[in-house]
């Protein structure tokens, strides 16, 4: 049995999981991050790209809400899990 644990990054106003998005590190081996900030300035429709403002969506729903697409798609795929089963699988 090989001992190991998960980690994965990710903006602080988010969590993920780390099984899906991280990676598997073990005590044996030693790990490099390099990390890179970059934000991609975008026009909001109607304009191609129709991008959204996350950030101002979950300010206006009183900080509760997807702060992304990926988040955004999850809280879609959960709504409709609890309309249609009424709970979440």
Not at 2 to 27: A, C, D, E, L, V
Not at 49 to 78: S, V
Request: charged share 25%; hydrophobic share 25%.
């Amino acid at each position: 049995m090989k001992i190991s644990t998960q980690i994965s990054f990710h903006h602080s106003r988010t969590m993920n999981n780390p099984y899906i998005y991280g990676y598997t590190m073990y005590p044996t081996k030693k790990y490099i991050f390099r990390m890179k900030r970059v934000i991609h300035k975008r026009l909001p429709p109607p304009y191609e790209t129709q991008c959204l403002d996350y950030f101002e969506m979950w300010k206006a729903r009183g900080g509760q809400g997807p702060t992304n697409e990926r988040e955004c798609i999850e809280e879609c795929q959960k709504n409709a899990s609890l309309e249609l089963n009424g709970c979440l699988e």
